[in-house]
């Protein structure tokens, strides 16, 4: 049975296997920064491209305002416990459409891999190169940045949203065409990842994403939400088209 989660005036109904995920989510503990600015940024007519989509958090609350929603999600576990949820809210789910795929800067099939176990909302397609043999891996279908951009109507209000554990650092130049299309975008950067699969140092972690910021400058505000020279694990970024 579905359960009812009431949060900021408005209800979802869940059907996953993330329980205390929603007691965080309906207590305001889990990203309340990022639910605040989708609600600030959507508009009735703008489409919302979630880019990990994980169970649907984000998505479910894009669609209360959103009139299209795009989600990106390649786990197959998250993915069908996603679209448990989206059968427990119609409504909301009338104007989702999913794309069991995950975004990779080449058409060709990609491999992937959870930290703890599928759809613990960290799974990565770094991880997969990692010599963790008792921790499964699984081949999934990309979808390019230009494909996702070519699902767009040329005058369509966008606003985007990235959290792919790790996944961010390689499309960072193919992604841009697809970034200059939207209104605003927020990304997150999972540096402990990045390191753990990369071999970077933090330094490099942080160097990298000064780049990209300081390519996007002349269109976008950028606002880093945090500290990008703490120890932190993650760093978002918010852009702003000017």
């Known amino acids: 049975m579905a359960r009812q989660i009431d949060y900021k005036n408005r209800t979802l109904f869940i059907d996953d296997a993330q329980p205390t995920f929603w007691d965080k989510f309906c207590k305001g503990l889990w990203e ?25 958090p984000t998505s479910l609350w894009a669609s209360f305002t959103a009139k299209r929603v795009i989600a990106l999600e390649a786990d197959p576990v998250a993915l069908s416990q996603f679209r448990s949820n989206l059968l427990a809210n119609p409504t909301l789910a009338d104007h989702i ?6 975004l990779y800067p080449k058409n060709e099939p990609v491999f992937m891999r959870a930290n703890r176990k599928p759809g613990d909302s960290m799974s990565s397609i770094l991880l997969a ?12 279908q990309p ?4 494909e996702v951009l070519a699902l767009m109507e040329p ?14 650092y390689s499309l960072l130049s193919e992604i841009v065409p697809l970034l200059l299309q939207t209104r605003a975008f927020l990304i997150s ?11 970077w140092t ?4 942080i160097e990298v994403e000064e780049q990209f910021m300081k390519n996007l400058q002349p269109t976008f505000t950028v606002t880093p939400i945090g500290d990008k020279h703490t120890n932190s694990s993650t760093f978002e970024v918010l852009f702003v088209r000017k």
């Open 32 to 56: 309340p920064e990022t639910l605040s600015l989708i609600d600030d940024l959507l508009a009735p007519d703008t489409t919302f491209i979630d880019i990990g989509a994980w169970v649907g």
């Open 155 to 168: 005058d369509e209000d966008i606003i985007l949203k990235m959290d792919i554990e790790g996944g961010e």
């Open 189 to 199: 950067f999972h540096r402990q990842v990045a390191e753990q699969t990369l071999g």
């Open 129 to 140: 190169s990692q010599p963790q043999p008792e921790k499964p891996v699984w081949q999934v």
């Open 143 to 146: 979808i390019t940045p230009s």
């Open 97 to 102: 459409e999913v794309i069991a795929k995950a």
């Open 202 to 205: 933090r330094q490099k972690s």
